[in-house]
């Protein structure tokens, strides 16, 4: 047995093997691979390697027409060691992205999510723009391919930053990579404006457009976000319309997100229907009495009507990944196309030299009769001889040596092109090559212009219908709580304490929703916020229950209380803007023992008065005493109040209502998110109070009455102006009637008062317009015109409101001028006649 283990011990077989140093060898060999053979692009060329096979198979089989799909995966294969699958993905993949890939038949549609036909029955062909760009077998580096029959690409000579007009998406081991798409355009342009030593910020942008607020996206760097929002326009009242879905999704996953947060109750509407076809198309009917507004900000918050993208740009560089921002990786792009330009243009300045040394050559061997001087020779040897001696003469005007090589060259030109041979036209084919040879050297020298008319002529010929499809908008900040749908109901059980949505037998409070906070308030003067739920306990002793809005400054409530102590009665009026959830909060002195004598709630800040009846056997001089809290500043929960009496109380009650001692509130616009806002961003339109309504005027020639609601939106694009409306307020128009061609002018006052309604004021003939629309009082114009097509443009000064007196809003108003007007601009406001008070001889007021 001893002899035996001798002998395997000296065989091996015994032998221990670590794993832990192969396992790590082994996981960073397979962590690399994936990383630089599979998921990460490179620099060079923006190309996975999948991809980039994809090309090089497509461009070894090019003859100009289509090819089946099945046909290139196959030419692939002899590239790629992996399976037909990930080669058909990544080759339906750039044929959707529609710049490198001429395609033909079903390859699916990224807006709705259909997938492409199978490989069999569709087509792809390169497209003439890869043709230009990707390729050139003189610039390119080979390598062989993985089982060794093949030479294929280490990187195409991409003379484009492709990377960033594709885009990439790739998770590779420990790492990932996510690069967004760029707009064609942009990039030439941005490239130019590199070569130029400008600095550049590009953005991206989705063949599926939608809106991009980019305030976040950092240069497309880790820790970056960009928020996408669809494209969404109100149909009428009843009806909104997608018409743009953001980058990422699909009609059908949009449909699906929206059906579920209906099923939550999230957003009230009756159904969905999906109209696309050319264009996307989802209607959204929403139910009855439901704000679009608010919808659509609700469509935004709990929907993928809106999205965040967190970019990720990692490229492989020096065989390495890299993590570099979007603008870096076009700076790096842009340097490679002119270095490729350069390594072209010195490939064919080369070959013109040739060209034209061997045509010169040609020229002498033959105009010399060089050939004849051959006929005698009775070797090989001294025919080379031979020739070599006729041409001796001639060398000194040659750019190099003549070689063996291009004596041997001679020798094959045949009898019948030297008897055909014409020196003119060698002349003149030799003065072409001349000049192409010092058009090249020109650009050589001038490597930098001659890049930037590279990427100009890019632009001009493969930039049509690439413009930018993705608005770039600064979105605000949408409060879910805000825009929710109440879709449950607040209960209270006051003698057990619990409040909540599911105990429905109990007192009902409001509706609410499932996302909303409750604020308490207890009979012992404390006060706590919880979050809803089905049933939560929040104490006995409940004194009012409500949903609570978080910052909101004109919730104020009016509050006394006793303080044992001292026993004073005080008095508060406070706010509560922001709490910690579940943290109890004193609102009184803290002393044990007190307790809440008068409550209420003002949602507008409202003062009541209220009477405190004193307790039978006090020395006051009266019975009771009333107050009005409008003598109080309204103050944070946590102050104390003023001391409404010293006496001790019987019971507060109230004796009149309040008004509100608020005031107004400022209201502004910001048309960077067409918003109203009170927090002071954009213009300020005025102080609104309760019936208040705001004015806004079109460019279509129509005008809409609103509420001054937060919530509301307006198309910064589609409006002149935005402001408080005045009921004697005067509107002038300038406008074209299609109908008979005549310039008009319009004065009137807002008749029609419907809330959310616009209201054309101007002809709905077509070709009507709309030059001009003001609500200033004294309106003066200076306006540009034509009498006919031969007639020099003349221009006028017009008082508008002499023009034409205040008429119904219907009315088509008095004509401007009879001729063809180019122009109308507004002059600034006349300041109004001013009446100075000075006594004049004649005892008469002066009017100045």
């Not at 996307?280 to 439901?290: M, N, R």
């Not at 409500?546 to 406070?574: C, H, I, Q």
Request: net charge negative; hydrophobic share 35%.
């Amino acid at each position: 047995m001893n002899e035996d283990n001798t002998e395997n011990q000296e065989n091996g077989l015994n032998s221990i093997t670590h794993i832990d140093g192969l396992y790590e060898n082994w996981f960073i060999d397979y962590a690399s691979y994936v990383i630089l053979e599979r998921a990460v692009p490179a620099i060079e060329d923006g190309l996975k390697p999948v991809q980039r096979r994809i090309m090089h198979a497509m461009n070894i089989i090019d003859d100009g027409r289509y090819n089946k799909v099945a046909n290139i995966i196959g030419q692939t294969m002899q590239y790629h060691p992996h399976g037909d699958a990930s080669i058909y993905e990544a080759c339906v993949n750039m044929g959707q992205k529609d710049l490198l890939i001429d395609t033909q038949g079903n390859w699916g549609d990224n807006r709705t999510g259909d997938g492409a036909a199978a490989a069999r029955y569709i087509e792809a062909r390169l497209s003439k723009f890869a043709q230009e760009v990707l390729f050139n077998s003189q610039t390119t580096e080979w390598q062989m391919s993985y089982d060794g029959r093949k030479k294929e690409p280490v990187t195409l000579p991409v003379k484009f930053p492709l990377l960033l007009a594709q885009g990439v998406e790739g998770i590779a081991v420990g790492l990932a990579t996510k690069v967004l798409p760029h707009n064609f355009v942009e990039l030439c342009e941005a490239s130019v404006d590199i070569l130029n030593g400008k600095s550049t910020n590009i953005l991206p942008d989705f063949q599926t457009g939608g809106l991009m607020d980019p305030s976040g996206y950092n240069e497309g760097r880790r820790g970056g976000k960009i928020r996408v929002r669809a494209k969404i326009e109100d149909l009428d009242k009843k009806i909104i319309v997608i018409k743009e879905i953001p980058f990422g999704t699909t009609t059908t996953s949009l449909m699906e997100s929206i059906v579920k947060a209906s099923d939550e109750g999230k957003i009230k509407i009756k159904k969905v229907i999906d109209n696309t076809a050319k264009h996307v198309e989802i209607q959204v009917h929403l139910a009855p009495g439901v704000s679009p507004d608010v919808t659509i900000d609700a469509l935004f918050a709990f929907t993928q009507c809106q999205v965040s993208i967190s970019p990720n740009a990692c490229i492989v560089m020096d065989d390495k990944p890299h993590f570099l921002s979007v603008n870096d990786i076009l700076k790096i792009c842009t340097q490679q196309t002119m270095a490729l330009l350069k390594r072209e243009l010195e490939i064919r300045k080369s070959e013109l030299m040739e060209k034209i040394l061997f045509s010169s050559l040609e020229k002498i061997f033959i105009e010399n009769r060089i050939y004849r001087d051959i006929e005698e020779c009775e070797s090989w040897e001294a025919v080379i001889e031979t020739i070599d001696k006729g041409l001796t003469p001639f060398k000194p005007q040659f750019y190099r040596e003549i070689t063996r090589d291009d004596i041997l060259r001679l020798t094959e030109i045949k009898i019948k092109r030297i008897s055909k041979f014409d020196g003119f036209k060698a002349d003149e084919m030799m003065r072409d090559l001349k000049s192409e040879l010092e058009e090249v050297e020109n650009n050589l020298v001038h490597l930098k212009p001659y890049t930037i008319r590279w990427y100009q002529g890019l632009q001009k010929k493969y930039g049509k219908d690439r413009e930018r499809k993705t608005e770039i908008r600064l979105f605000d900040t949408i409060q879910a709580q805000a825009v929710v749908a109440n879709n449950e109901k607040l209960y209270v059980n006051r003698s057990e304490g619990f409040i909540g949505y599911g105990i429905k037998k109990d007192e009902f409070i409001s509706d609410c929703s499932d996302m909303d906070d409750v604020i308490v308030f207890f009979k012992n003067g404390k006060m706590k916020v919880v979050k809803i739920e089905e049933k939560v306990f929040v104490g006995k002793d409940i004194l009012f229950v409500s949903v609570f809005r978080k910052n909101n400054e004109r919730m104020v409530y009016n509050m006394t209380y006793l303080d044992p102590p001292s026993g004073n009665t005080y008095a508060k009026r406070f706010s509560v803007l922001g709490i910690t959830r579940d943290k109890e909060y004193d609102l009184t002195k803290g002393a044990k023992g007190s307790k809440t004598t008068y409550f209420s709630a003002n949602p507008n800040g409202e003062a009541e008065v209220i009477y405190a009846l004193y307790t039978p056997g006090t020395r006051a001089r009266t019975n009771g005493i009333d107050f009005d809290f409008a003598e109080l500043a309204i103050k944070g929960r946590e102050s104390q109040g003023n001391i409404l009496t010293r006496y001790p109380i019987k019971k507060i009650s109230l004796k009149s209502s309040g008004v509100s001692t608020l005031g107004g509130i400022d209201i502004w616009y910001d048309p960077t998110i067409g918003r109203l806002n009170s927090d002071g961003n954009g213009t300020k339109i005025g102080n609104f109070e309760g019936s208040d309504k705001i004015l806004v005027l079109y460019k279509d020639g129509s005008y809409e009455l609103t509420s001054f609601e937060l919530t509301n939106r307006y198309e910064q694009e589609q409006m002149v102006s935005i402001q408080k409306f005045e009921s004697e307020q005067i509107i002038t128009a300038v406008h074209t009637d299609g109908e008979s061609g005549n310039s008009l002018v319009k004065r009137f006052k807002i008749e029609s008062q419907t809330l959310d309604k616009r209201y054309l004021f101007i002809s709905e003939s077509k070709g009507s317009k709309l030059w001009l629309v003001t609500t200033q009082k004294q309106p003066q114009v200076e306006y540009e015109f034509k009498k006919d097509k031969k007639s020099p443009v003349e221009k006028q000064l017009a008082d508008l409101d002499v023009v034409v007196d205040v008429k119904g809003w219907k009315a088509m108003g008095n004509r401007l001028v009879s001729a063809s007007l180019i122009s109308v601009s507004l002059l600034p406001e006349r300041p109004a006649p001013e009446i100075e008070k000075e006594q004049q001889d004649d005892g008469q007021m002066k009017l100045w």
